[in-house]
């Protein structure tokens, strides 16, 4: 059993997780081993979370998957984002943006808009 | 748990997938050990931190069985469907089982007050059309006379076409419902995406 604040932690880092690999995936072509690396360099999460969630971007058609052999080992899965997956990040990147910032605010008592105007 | 006994109990979980897909699931994971074991990390490790083979298949088969729903539209795809969200947690239990029972119970009474108008209507109809006819038997209907036959025959031939009425307007909204549904479980699923091991296992990263 797990507590709420567990729960609720948990939650949200999934909602980021989406946002982290499509913004990964903006930069490069990455494997999924590749890019849980780089996101467990920064935040948590468990490893064999990062499956399901391709699998699903994939359906979407946000990304798409490819074979690409490698120097060490056998051919690697390759995912590489679709015009409709930069959409998508964008509109997640503006949303994770406004959500930092509301919650900034309301934690450092400052009143920043999206411009980046102050009205002290 | 080494990578063998991982990837055989998740093809296992998986069973209800199409071979295909599952064969497609299983080699990223196959894949993510092989990678980790050239990282020169231990098999065991790297199950540990993938989390439970369960909670990573209960994960994947939900999604599959909402999409499979969305495809085939049909009852039986989306019973499967929400219970295979509602078995993701305890949150998804209560944010898909809830809304289920009273929409299901809903839409279950509007059936069966409409199916009461129409069976009741065309009795009543029939009670006033055939009283004239058959004097004998006494139906003690509560309007009499010639104006209460035609009275009678008017409420009943009312009642059946409103029973009509609200028995079609909720086949239509049951319909439109089970869009709204799949949305939902999307929605659910997304929002819970794959709660992974335990407080225990997150102690290796």
């Known amino acids: ?120 | 748990m080494n990578k063998d006994d991982y990837l055989k109990e998740l093809t296992r979980l998986l069973r209800k997938l199409p071979k295909e897909e599952r064969d497609d699931v299983v080699s990223d994971y196959h894949e993510h050990f092989i990678i980790g074991i050239e990282k020169g990390r231990s098999e065991e490790e790297i199950a540990k931190a993938l989390g439970n083979p369960k909670t990573v298949a209960k994960q994947i088969n939900a999604e599959y069985m909402v999409r499979k729903a969305e495809d085939k539209q049909s009852a039986g795809s989306m019973f499967e469907a929400i219970l295979a969200a509602a078995g993701l947690g305890i949150f998804n239990l209560i944010f898909v089982a809830v809304p289920t029972l009273i929409v299901v119970a809903l839409i279950l009474t509007a059936f069966a007050v409409g199916g009461a108008m129409i069976m009741g209507g065309i009795l009543i109809t029939i009670s006033y059309m055939f009283q004239p006819l058959i004097p004998l038997i006494n139906l003690n209907l509560p309007l009499g006379g010639i104006l209460g036959i035609f009275g009678g025959i008017f409420i009943g031939v009312s009642l059946t076409i409103l029973g009509v009425g609200l028995v079609a307007a909720t086949a239509y909204i049951t319909k439109w419902l089970y869009g709204l549904a799949i949305r939902y479980l999307k929605y659910n699923i997304r929002l819970i995406e794959g709660r992974k091991g335990s407080k225990k296992s997150q102690g290796v990263s």
């Not at chain 1, 999460?45 to 699998?55: D, H, N, R, V």
């Not at chain 1, 074979?67 to 409709?84: A, M, V």
């Open chain 1, 1 to 120: 059993m797990y507590t709420v604040s567990d729960t609720m932690n948990t939650q949200f880092k999934k909602g980021v997780l989406e946002l982290c690999v499509l913004v990964l995936l903006d930069r490069k072509d990455c494997y999924g081993y590749e890019m849980v690396e780089e996101i467990s360099r920064n935040i948590f999460i468990s490893e064999g979370t990062i499956y399901p969630l391709l699998k699903r971007l994939k359906t979407e058609g946000l990304v798409i998957s490819y074979l690409k052999e490698s120097q060490d080992g056998p051919p690697r899965k390759y995912y590489q984002i679709t015009e409709l997956g930069k959409e998508k990040k964008e509109k997640l990147v503006a949303e994770w943006n406004e959500f930092a910032m509301g919650v900034s605010n309301l934690l450092y008592n400052r009143n920043v808009d999206m411009e980046g105007n102050c009205d002290e």
